[in-house]
Each structure stands twice: as C-alpha cells, then as structure tokens.
C-alpha cells in the first residue's frame, strides 16, 4: 500500500499524523512500520507533497513554515499549544535582531526554529536544490513518512489587497505578511504565486503520486495550500492521469473552517465557505477536477446527495481532529472511501 499525501500547514500536519497511525494500525507487520520500529523515511509507505507557496525570505534565511510544520509535529517537536514553531523554544535572537531593525517585529522566529532555517539556508547557498535540503532536514528524526516539497522553484504567494490609501485603491503584500501581521483583515482580491510558468514538480513528486494506490487532499487551505500545490505545471496533469482513487477531507464545517483563514481567502476566488462549494470547486475527475471522493462533516451531510450529480462520490463521517485517535479515524474513513471507490 502507498498513500500520497497533499498537504500544508498545521491541518495537514495533524491529518497526516493520523495517517501515519492508521498505517501503523492497519499494517503493523512493516508495511507501515509500528510505533516501536518506523521506517525510513525513504523507505515509508507514506509520501506527502508538501505546499511551498508560504515560503519567504526573511532576515537572510530561507523560512519553509509549511514543510517545517510537518517535519516537527511528525517527528514530536512542536509546540502543540501554539500550533507551530517548537517546543521549548527561545526566542533571545528574535529580540536581538529587533533591536537592529531586522526582518519583521511581528513575525517571530524562534531560536530552535531559527537553526532549522539557517541549516536550510547554509545547505542552499552551496548549491543544494530544494528537495535535497528537504532529504536532510528530515533525516534528523524517524518521521514515518516522507515529506517532498512540491517544487524546488520558489513559488512565494503575494496577496493582491484592497488599500483605499493607495492611488489606485490596491497593494501587494507577501502572504506571509497578510496572514501575519494583518490576521487577513484586508481583504483579498487574488492570491499570485511567484514564478508559476517556469516551475516545476519536485524530484519524486509526479511519481509519488502515479505509484500511489490511494491519493488524499487533506484539508488544507484550498486556495493558497492544496491551491498552490495544485497550480504547479505537471501536478494536477499527475492526478488527473493517476490509477489511484483521490479522496479529499474537507477544510469547511459547518459554514466554518476547522482552522486557518480559508474563509478569507475563499472569496477571492468565487467560492463559498461551504463543504459543498469547495467540493464543487476541487471537482470531479470524470469532468476535468481533481477528486474521486469527497468526505465532508456529518453537519454537512446535506451536501452529500447534493453532489452526487457532480461525478463526486461524497460522504459524511466526524472531521473534527481534536487528537490522535480521532485524527486516524478520519484517515481511516479516506481510505474506506477509497477502497469503495476501487471498488466500484
């Protein structure tokens, strides 16, 4: 069994945990490894391609929160009660670099996070692409998945945002700082990525996902995570040429999202902040979109027959990841799904 992953931020790191413990679950004889004895990264039966788009420069280093948020919830380093960053962190560099007006006040690298970041940074300048530096960083701490930026092309997000103050009543501002400094609070009119007509998938990534017998969308940002990973030439060709069944988890509950700010982000690109209208946005295979199967919350179960006439095959079951149990448990659903769309 392989299973490929498309995911960024906090959400997809704690799906893809509940991923990972289902595999182990499921296939304790090594297939997945156990909690005990992982495998290797190299060696796991777990790919995820990870959303690159959040990357930036900053004070001199190369930051790679997505990626970095997976790599330390997977290897148990993160700092749970904040959602990002790690546990046990310092942050006497911050502060000093404050005192010198360097990078921004409002974003704050911790000084564990900060080595991560000068690590990636020193492995770049000597030439050392993107995914290479990924192989090391993860090489650290048994993760029992293996993590693929989605491209080793920097694909940094600018938000196109409303500013009366501005003359024609517009700015752009990395997305970083949209998120950040401002909570999302100016609205959006459209989400660019950098360098999108010249990038590339990542060394392994149209693989992981062509070799795959199960690929799943976790419920990350649709626009600017999932949306990002997607938009990278040759990614969405993958999928749409894939054997496998795709399922996706949906990011909406209830006319909320689970965590994040997709609900900001939504409207700029036309789309309602419903389980339904993302479904409808991601689409069905069979008519050119991305998904087999789409689960959505049992508060949302409405949207089930309500997007049968789509070509998804959608179902409801609890999305709600409050730990590792209920986070496998949705994982377990995904495959369930997948397995029925084999299936059929």
Excluded at 1 to 26: D, K, N, Q
Excluded at 215 to 231: E, F, K, Y
Excluded at 312 to 326: E, G, H, K, Q
Aim: hydrophobic fraction near 45%; charged fraction near 25%.
């Amino acid at each position: 069994m392989r299973i490929t992953v498309l995911a960024g931020g906090v959400g997809g790191a704690r799906y893809v945990r509940g991923v990972r413990e289902e595999v182990r679950r499921r296939w304790p004889d090594g297939n997945g490894g156990s909690a005990a004895s992982l495998r290797p990264a190299q060696d796991t039966a777990v790919d995820v391609v990870v959303n690159t788009g959040d990357d930036l420069w900053l004070a001199g280093v190369r930051l790679m929160p997505d990626f970095d948020s997976l790599l330390y919830a997977l290897a148990g380093v993160n700092d749970a009660d904040r959602g990002w960053g790690r546990a046990g962190e310092t942050e006497r560099v911050a502060a000093e670099l404050r005192e010198w007006g360097v990078g921004w006040p409002w974003f704050t690298l911790g000084d564990l996070d900060l080595g991560t970041h000068l690590a990636r940074t020193a492995w770049l300048r000597e030439g050392r692409t993107v995914s290479e530096v990924a192989e090391r960083l993860q090489r650290r701490w048994p993760l029992g998945v293996h993590l693929l930026p989605a491209t080793d092309t920097e694909v940094d997000t600018h938000v196109l945002v409303a500013d009366p103050e501005e003359v024609d009543g517009e700015r752009e501002l990395h997305f970083q700082e949209w998120w950040t400094r401002y909570r999302a609070s100016l609205p959006a009119l459209a989400f660019r990525q950098r360098n999108l007509d010249v990038a590339r998938p990542a060394r392994g990534v149209v693989e992981a996902i062509l070799g795959a017998d199960v690929v799943l969308l976790a419920p990350s940002n649709p626009v600017v995570s999932i949306g990002t990973i997607v938009s990278i030439p040759g990614i969405r060709e993958a999928i749409a040429a894939t054997h496998a069944p795709v399922v996706g988890v949906s990011p909406i509950i209830g006319g909320k999202v689970v965590r994040g700010m997709a609900d900001a982000c939504l409207p700029a690109i036309g789309v309602a902040t419903t389980a339904e209208a993302v479904g409808r946005h991601y689409g069905a295979r069979s008519a050119g979109g991305l998904l087999d199967g789409w689960l959505v919350d049992e508060s949302d179960a409405a949207a089930v027959d309500a997007l049968a006439g789509t070509g998804l095959v959608a179902a409801s079951v609890p999305l709600w990841m409050r730990d590792l149990d209920t986070s496998a448990a949705l994982a377990g659903a995904a495959l369930d799904l997948a397995e029925r769309l084999r299936g059929s």
